[in-house]
Every structure is written in C-alpha cells, then in structure tokens.
Nanobody
Framework: QVQLVESGGGLVQAGGSLRLSCAAS????????MAWYRQAPGRQRELVAR???????TYLDSVKGRVTISRDKPKNMAYLQINSLQLEDTAVYYC?????????WGQGTQVTVSS
C-alpha cells in the first residue's frame, strides 16, 4: 500500500501563487510517474500536470505557463507550483502516483482563489 499526503492549499487572492506538496510513504514511488489532478464543484476531475521518472512533463492547456510540476526523488516528494492564480483555479487538488498495479491518490488539498 502507498499513502499520499498533500499540503499547501489555502485561500489566495487572484494573481498570487501557491506551492502544493505531495509526500509518498513508499520510497520507490519516486521511480514512477506522478501527477496532479483537480476537481471543482460540479465539474469532472481533470489532469493538471504529470511528470515521469525521467522528468518529462505534461500540462493542461489552460495552465501552461503558470504551472510547474517537479519532484524530489531522495525526499520522495512531488510539487505543483501555481502562479498567477485565477478564480477558475479554485478546486480540490489531488496527488496521484502511477504504480503498475493501480493508481494511488491522496485525500486532496483545497485551493480557493478570491477576487
């Protein structure tokens, strides 16, 4: 079993920045792809960013240029830096780890952007 714990969410004014963190309980999780998803009320969960073991990244079109995903393998951590926050970024953000047997999810961290 793998446990993922997100942190770093909160209430931020539009135009501000946040750095979300994801800690994995299993050290070898660092060799697997990791990703951040988000889900706003009444909307489908969507992929925000994904990073492979060798550092290749993928981003949602609407966040390109504002979001950076990264990982620290020795610390078994993944991060999501969000700049120039917009009202539309308000959502619960989830960390995801892609293991061969299944995907593991954190409980989520709330990001709320105010005007």
């Amino acid at each position: 079993q793998v446990q993922l714990v997100e942190s770093g969410g909160g209430l931020v004014q539009a135009g501000g920045s946040l750095r979300l963190s994801c800690a994995a309980s299993r050290s070898i999780a660092a060799i697997f792809p990791m990703a951040w998803y988000r889900q706003a009320p009444g909307r489908q969960r969507e992929l925000v960013a994904r990073i492979t073991s060798d550092g290749r990244t993928t981003y949602l079109d609407s966040v390109k240029g504002r979001v950076t995903i990264s990982r620290d393998k020795p610390k078994n951590m993944a991060y999501l830096q969000i700049n120039s926050l917009q009202l539309e970024d308000t959502a619960v953000y989830y960390c995801n780890a892609e293991f061969p047997e299944k995907n593991y999810w954190g409980q989520g961290t709330q990001v709320t952007v105010s005007s």
